[in-house]
């Protein structure tokens, strides 16, 4: 691994506040850093980001799932960014299509929220991805050139990752074929002029995370249901062959 590799564990709405506190204390115990180039992050419920202040000087990197658009006012119920840098979030993903599809977030929330995370130096993960009728009917490069236009269009730094999230991926423990996903890492990399990290996520696993592990221009995953278990999680990087 020489390259910067990035692993991402997503805990999405699974863990409480005592468990995620209880897995990363059991991880950190367990997990001996190999590689200074391995970059692991945390991307903690929003709610439970306090945690983030214990791994302040650690290997491990706590981020937020989500972060509010707004900096700072009357916005009831939102998650914060200001409270993010007093706990020491070290990234943000942004626009998992599972905000998309729940919480009706639009591709203009999700670059004033890219703005605000550049603005505040938390890294921002941005997931872009296909619908299963988009691969089916082959219009995967159409679907996501239109995203990364307007990602594009509003970026004032690079200091991003995109994550390639195909839609039907997640959760159900299916990837597309490997030639697939090199084709769309390949096409994100070469629309930003191989100046962006592109990470891949959905249904990553013990099973396939070693061959994932071999497309070249793949610069780390963001892993969901395979990362709930603290033992299973740290095998689990260990498979990476790079
Ligand atoms: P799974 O790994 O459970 O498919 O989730 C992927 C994902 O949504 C990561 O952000």
Redesign the pocket.
Known sequence: MNKKYYVIA?F?MNLTYNQTKEYLNNFSTIYKLENQNLYLGFALSPDITSLGQIYKNSNLKIGTQNISEFEKGSYTGECSILNCIDNNINFA?IG???RKHYFQETLLKINKKISLCQKYNILPIV?VGESLEEFMSGRTIEALESQLLTIKRNLVEKNIIL?Y?PIY????GKTPEYKHILKVVNFIKTFFNNSIPVLY?????ALNINELSKIKSLDGF?????SLEYKSFNNLINLIKK
């Open positions: 997503n999405k993903i998992h299509y599972e997931c994550s999230e991926a997640i959760g159900n996520g959905g249904s990553v696993n963001l892993v969901g249901n395979a």
